[in-house]
């Protein structure tokens, strides 16, 4: 059985930084993008960072410059510091990761269960 475990959430004031970590365990063949997603409440999920397999990143605009996504395939984690913390980025995020159990077959989508992250003084 695969899955992703995430750590790292909790309060932080604004302005404050917080380090979110993911890591997929269980029979992976191979892993393509990951990233992490958030869900703010009464929102929809939306797509905070992504980073391909090769290092490619991808950026929401509202966390350009303050958020830094990277990931470490032989452990087949992925971490997304964040800095400059805002009330907005209130949230629960998300792990997200695209892997195969087997060497044939599509990649399928994977995701975490979840880590709350609150800004607030």
């Known amino acids: 059985q695969v899955q992703l475990v995430e750590s790292g959430g909790g309060l932080v004031q604004p302005g404050g930084s917080l380090r979110l970590s993911c890591a997929a365990s269980g029979s992976i063949f191979s892993v393509n993008a990951m990233g992490w997603y958030r869900q703010a409440p009464g929102k929809q999920r939306e797509l905070v960072a992504a980073?391909?397999?090769?290092?490619?990143?991808n950026y929401a605009d509202s966390v350009k410059g303050r958020f830094t996504i990277s990931r470490d395939n032989a452990e087949n984690t992925v971490n997304l510091q964040m800095n400059s913390l805002k009330p907005e980025d209130t949230a629960v995020y998300y792990c997200n990761a695209e892997m195969r159990t087997k060497p044939w077959g599509p990649h399928s989508n994977y995701w975490g269960q979840g880590t709350q992250v609150t800004v607030s003084s």
């Open positions: 980073i391909t397999g090769d290092g490619r990143r």
